[in-house]
């Protein structure tokens, strides 16, 4: 696998956790005793959102799916093959 395949698969991969760790801490008014919305801002925004965390939670999720992603990658322990869900048989070869 090249090295910008790795990068950008990487970057998939960072991105996804952003989403998937985003939620995890956040707070909204509601739930923060004494918080007082001020005027024009929306009641459902959180109060304690850090996104220098997040970064952090990111890319140690990020790490960790891509290391498995490429174990699976050299070792070949799910094959496209394996991942069949329809039954049919596998595109034999097309004569190219």
Known sequence: MQWTSMVAIYGLFWVL???LVMPF?????DEVDGYRVAKG???SAP???RPKRIAKRA???AVVLFGLYYANYAEQWIT??????LGRPPVEDLGY
């Open 59 to 61: 890319t140690v999720l």
């Open 80 to 85: 496209v093959d394996q991942l069949n869900l």
């Open 41 to 43: 801002h929306a009641t």
């Open 17 to 19: 956790s952003a989403f």
């Open 25 to 29: 801490g956040l707070r909204t008014p």
């Open 47 to 49: 109060v304690n959102f």
